[in-house]
């Protein structure tokens, strides 16, 4: 089955240490998300891309940073992870069009801990 | 400005009846989409249903349907013969500019069985 993938699911890191999240994806999508979500709260976006053009949040923290190698890679990479950085990271696919236009699909998340 | 809103944080409802979570959005534009995740405890969002609003006719899949109402800028779902399975958090959401979605805040839907 088509899918998104994330791993690792869980992830524990130290305060300060860098940190990457990949997401890999086998529906072709032109367009792939990172999103942060904190407990109970709708999903923030981070940024997207739209095949390989970058587009980044304005108030995503410069501590984000992102790579999309190919059309089926996005890895997510936090440079000096903070206490705050904690949540749950979801990638998400879409693409701009036919009849599933603009529904995103979304991976299991990564659920990072920093400690 | 884009912007969605869910006015109920939570909702319960028992087992087996029938239950609205409401959304309202505001929007310029005239042929878009909307749709409703669903948001189970430690488990993968997906989409529960989406509507296109150049059609009248309210979508339905399964116990989930919507009342889409295009002039009251209204879409709000409602599930039939709630079952366990159904408790989770739910999220409208709306395509904003660039692919992106503008998400509301959330209901979580309380099972009582």
């Known amino acids: 089955d088509a899918m998104v993938i994330q791993n690792p699911r869980y992830q524990v890191t130290q305060f300060g240490k860098p940190v990457t999240l990949s997401c890999s994806q086998t529906l072709n999508h032109n367009v792939m998300y990172w999103y942060q979500q904190k407990s109970s709260q709708a999903p923030k976006l981070l940024f997207h891309?739209?095949?390989?053009?970058?587009?980044n949040e304005a108030d995503t923290p410069d501590n984000f940073q992102s790579r999309r190698p190919n059309t089926s890679f996005c890895f997510l990479d936090i440079r000096s992870p903070g206490l705050g950085d904690a949540a749950m990271y979801l990638c998400?696919?879409?693409?701009?069009?036919?009849?599933?236009?603009?529904?995103?699909?979304f991976g299991p998340g990564t659920r990072l801990t920093v400690l | 400005a884009q912007t969605v809103t869910q006015s109920q944080p939570e909702m319960s409802v028992q087992e087996a009846e029938t239950v609205t979570l409401s959304c309202t959005y505001d929007t310029s534009e005239s042929d878009y989409y909307l749709f409703w995740y669903k948001q189970p405890p430690s488990r993968q969002m997906i989409l529960v249903i989406r509507q296109e609003a150049y059609k009248q006719q309210n979508a339905t899949e399964n116990r989930f349907s919507v009342n889409f109402q295009k002039a009251a800028k209204s879409f709000s779902l409602k599930i039939s013969d709630s079952q366990l399975g159904d408790a989770a958090m739910y999220f409208c959401?709306?395509?904003?500019?660039?692919?992106?979605?503008?998400w509301g805040a959330g209901t979580k839907l309380i099972i009582k069985p």
């Open positions: 959401a709306y395509p904003g500019l660039g692919s992106q979605l503008i």
């Open positions: 998400a696919t879409s693409r701009p069009t036919g009849p599933s236009r603009d529904e995103q699909f």
């Open positions: 891309y739209y095949d390989k053009d970058f587009n």
